[in-house]
Structures are given as structure tokens and as C-alpha cells.
């Protein structure tokens, strides 16, 4: 699965220095390798403790957002926005993409569904259309059809195409949002497309078509949601 801000390049950038001015640093890059290896809850031991013992080396946003993510990866949605809101509130510029990205994404893992949108389109205004943005627009929409609101959901989603038409999971989120709208010619193709892209959600996107095709009492959720 992608990831927003491209972990595995902080991970890279993090432990690419060859020495550490501080036991902090030392700790933040054990951290950021837990981070990488998706050792989630010994990230988050490692890099509140280099928070603790301070830094010389290492920007602490970049920190900050891989411990919120690390959170988010746990479960814990209430910790991973309060990560969030200290980044917002102590860079001006560095981090805010990420941040309201992970604070829409745990808003809606606590279905907060309006105040995760509303996160979704600040982060968007941080955006420098890439990848990153084809993400963030991935995220939108897997919300949008979670709000059964399909039409918007299509357009983020085609506007995500743009960016990176390799992403496999907007093919498989347009595949539901065109089954909600009972356009199964149209979900059948996209999510051809996505099986042909790797998709690996195949099965879980065709049960959902075929329930809405067998005009059954069917509320559709994403399946995929991309984390930073």
C-alpha cells in the first residue's frame, strides 16, 4: 500500500546519516526503521522516547507524522489526531499535508465523516499534485462512497488517475462507486482495470457489485483506505 508522504524516503532519509549527535537521534533512526519494517507499536515506543531525550539531527515533523501514522496503524485514531494537531501547530508549512491526511483518515475510522472531509480538503490545499495527491484523492473518495455520495467520489477519483494512473486501489473504489450508482458495465471494467494494475481486493469489490446488481439492501464501504 502507498503511503502519503512516502515513509520508505523519510525512513531512507533518517537512517541515511552515518552518525547521531544525540542518544535522541540515535533512538529516532531504531524508530523510523521499526516504522519501516511496519513494527508499529515498537515505532511508537522508540520514537516518543527520542521525542523525550531530544533531537539534533532530524527534522521532528518527520517524526511526529510517522509516530501519528504508527498510531493510526494500531488503532489508536484519538492519539494519531492529537500527534496531528501538535505538527499543525508547530510548523507553519512542513507536515500539514500529512497531518489533516491522517486526521481525515482516523476522523473516519471514528466515523466523523464531515470533519474527516473537511480534513481531506486541508490537506488538499497543501497539495503539490503528485503521487501524494493521488492518494489523498484515493482517501476522498473511499470516504465519499462511505457517505453514499458516489458522483463526487468518481470525480476525486478520476482526478487521482491524473497523478498516478498505476494506482491500482482507484480503480477498485471506482469499481463500488460505480455499482452504487448501478452502472455494472462500468464497475465491471474499472475493476478489470484494477485486476490488470495488481489490485489485490478483487474479490472483496466484485462481492459488492454483484450484491448491488442483485438490487439487494446494500450500503457499500471502501475497502481500501491509504494511509500516509
Do not use: H, W
Amino acid at each position: 500500500m502507498k503511503k502519503l508522504l512516502a515513509a520508505i524516503s523519510l525512513v531512507l532519509l533518517i537512517t541515511s546519516f552515518t552518525a547521531c549527535k544525540s542518544a535522541g537521534d540515535k533512538i529516532a533512526a531504531d524508530g523510523a526503521k521499526a516504522f519501516g519494517e511496519g513494527r508499529y507499536a515498537d515505532a511508537i515506543t522508540l520514537l516518543k522516547e527520542a521525542d523525550e531525550k531530544g533531537l539534533s539531527t532530524y527534522k521532528q515533523y518527520q517524526l511526529d507524522l510517522m509516530l501519528a501514522e504508527s498510531y493510526y496503524k494500531t488503532g489508536q485514531y484519538n492519539e494519531t489526531i492529537t500527534v496531528c494537531d501538535k505538527i499543525i501547530a508547530e510548523n507553519k508549512l512542513s507536515g500539514y499535508f500529512g497531518a489533516y491526511n491522517l486526521t481525515g483518515l482516523a476522523q473516519k475510522s471514528l466515523g466523523e465523516y464531515d470533519k474527516a472531509l473537511e480534513s481531506y480538503r486541508l490537506a488538499d490545499s497543501y497539495s503539490t499534485n503528485n503521487t501524494d495527491t493521488a492518494v489523498l484523492y484515493n482517501n476522498m473518495g473511499n470516504l465519499l462512497i462511505t457517505m453514499n455520495m458516489p458522483l463526487e467520489a468518481l470525480s476525486y477519483l478520476a482526478d487521482a488517475m491524473v497523478y498516478d494512473p498505476e494506482f491500482a486501489e482507484l480503480y477498485g473504489n471506482t469499481a463500488i462507486a460505480y455499482a452504487i450508482l448501478f452502472d455494472f458495465d462500468s464497475a465491471e471494467a474499472a475493476l478489470s482495470d484494477a485486476e490488470a494494475k495488481g489490485y489485490d481486493k478483487v474479490a472483496e469489490v466484485q462481492a459488492i457489485i454483484d450484491k448491488y446488481r442483485g438490487f439487494e439492501d446494500y450500503v457499500a464501504t471502501s475497502v481500501t483506505t491509504t494511509s500516509q
